[in-house]
């Protein structure tokens, strides 16, 4: 099972990549035979460009592109620039072809420097992994400053973590099995039906 981490942090140390591998190790850990990969955007910056040029990707883009393709699940995370998700992690998905997530599970996540911002996770992360055709799982993990060594985080993220593991893992491994009910054959239940005698 893969799962792919998409982190759009443009420093580094980087709170938005410190938010994805604490996304990841949750995940992982309900979630143990996952094979974790991060992408790091940053790094493909200058091939997205091009791509956008020339209309080629890089090696290193297309191997990036081949990875949340193949994912049995992402976890994708932007920092907050004006309101929204960076440039850089639009780009990103714009180049991704079109129907490639289609069906697949995905973590929204997002850091700023307020907790003014978190609506972004609702205004433009969901609706932008809607019309990709992800299924985006319920819980959305917004960390502003303020969130990081501050109660809550922890919860989300465990929670966040969870929706994605039973999403990657199928319905069937995570939900509970029910009883076989008794099946009494049509021959028996008529018989029962005769009046005795």
């Known amino acids: 099972m893969r799962l792919v981490v998409v982190s759009a942090g443009l420093s580094v140390p980087s709170s938005t990549r410190l938010l994805a591998d604490r996304l990841a190790a949750a995940t992982r850990a309900q979630a143990p035979a996952a094979e974790v990969r991060v992408v790091e955007l940053r790094e493909l910056a200058v091939e997205i460009a091009h791509h956008f040029t020339n209309g080629f990707a890089g090696p290193s883009l297309a191997a990036a592109l081949t990875a949340v393709t193949e994912a049995d699940g992402l976890i994708v995370v932007t920092p907050v620039f004006s309101a ?19 069906g697949k599970p995905v973590l929204v996540a997002a850091t700023g420097g ?14 932008l992994f809607a019309y990709l055709h992800a299924v985006v799982v319920p819980t959305a993990v917004y960390a502003a400053s303020e969130d990081w060594g501050a109660e809550g985080l922890d919860g989300r993220i465990e929670r966040a973590a969870g929706e994605l593991a039973r999403l990657m893992t199928g319905p069937a491994a995570s939900a509970p099995q029910a009883a076989e009910p008794d ?10 039906l005769r009046p005795a005698g």
């Open 84 to 102: 929204s998700y960076s440039g850089l992690f639009k780009s990103f998905f714009d180049v991704v072809e079109p129907d490639a997530l289609a």
């Open 114 to 127: 307020t907790a003014r911002h978190s609506l972004v996770l609702e205004h433009a992360l969901r609706p």
């Open 183 to 192: 099946v009494v054959p049509f021959e028996q239940r008529l018989a029962a």
